[in-house]
């Protein structure tokens, strides 16, 4: 009988975004509208829909052996878990999301000290209570089901704790960040005993490489060109390479295949560079992965 690992995927905001990057990783995943357990098209792998809030807590428990949930849900969880390797989606975020402490434009609370005696409403609220305990300043903290921003506004509590990146939505709202308290992103998390097991360990890890391959390959591609002798040198120079590039003799002939991989923001700057410098034939191809000795 195939052994098989018990894969959690965030259902929500990560979703789509997440099926996308296991197909750059070498796994398709369909959902059915009508199911939690996603087919995969990996016979030693079976998925499951969960809310990444609640994904460190089954995966803790052995529900799962794998799953990817943000930093601030295993926090708000107290989940112990097996952090695998960070996963920064940039099709979602390019940067780390923040928990942050905001108020109304003009209300008098300046520090966290001041929250002292206040009502503070947020999903995130075992962390929240843990912050102001550590500090030793007594706050009321209410859970919030959604529509945050609104309730400060509506002078329903006096502060909120809420995610954010760029702290757009929340100014939008006439409100002012008082202090970050936690910087997250999302993490691939394993099972601690799951990890203990060697084929399972074998599994996760194979699964880790991949991923991390194909967020390495984001933004990438690949140029393929043909290069004079006389020229390669005026070429290389102008190539950003992610390591050297590769160069191979054509046959009977006294032109060189070249070979690279650049970031995708510069191609309309090099291409033409490359030409100009005696390049001919230039190919540009999407890359799926970039696997690197160090994502092991």
């Known amino acids: 009988m195939t052994r ?12 789509k975004s997440t099926i996308e990057l296991f197909q750059k990783a070498g796994w398709k995943i369909v959902v059915s509208e009508r199911s939690y ?13 969960v809310r990444a ?11 799962l052996d794998l799953g990817l949930t943000g930093l601030d849900w295993i926090l708000e969880n107290g989940a112990e878990v097996k952090i695998i390797s960070d996963l920064i989606y940039s099709k979602v975020s390019t940067k780390k999301a923040r928990w942050v402490l905001a108020v109304p434009e003009d209300s008098p609370v300046k520090s966290v ?6 009502t503070i409403s947020t999903e995130l609220v075992n962390f929240t209570k843990n912050y102001f305990k550590q500090r030793d300043i007594p706050v009321q903290v209410e859970f919030s089901w959604g529509a945050t921003e609104a309730k400060v506004v509506e002078g329903l509590v006096d502060a909120i704790v809420e995610v954010t990146e760029t702290g757009s939505t929340i100014r939008a709202h006439g409100l002012k960040i008082i202090e970050t308290l936690l910087e997250t992103n999302t993490k691939l998390v394993a099972n601690k005993n799951s990890f203990e097991d060697e084929w399972k360990k074998s599994k996760i890890m194979q699964i880790a490489l991949l991923l ?11 140029l393929k060109m043909n290069v004079p002798k006389k020229g390669l040198d005026a070429v290389v120079r102008i190539i950003p390479s992610l390591t050297s590039p590769t160069v191979s003799q054509l046959h009977n002939s006294d032109w060189l295949s070249v070979e690279t991989v650049i970031d995708e923001s510069i191609a309309r700057e090099v291409i033409p560079q490359l030409i100009d410098a005696g390049a001919d034939g230039i190919i540009e191809y999407p890359l799926n992965k970039v696997v690197n000795k160090k994502d092991l």
């Open 4 to 15: 098989q690992l018990k894969l959690g995927i965030p259902k929500g905001s990560l979703e």
């Open 37 to 49: 357990f996603p087919m995969i098209d990996d016979a030693e792998i079976v998925c499951s829909l």
């Open 53 to 63: 809030q609640e994904m460190a807590r089954y995966i803790e428990n052995g529900v």
């Open 113 to 118: 000290k001041d929250c002292a005696g206040k």
């Open 212 to 222: 991390r391959g194909a967020l390495n390959a984001e933004n990438m591609i690949g």
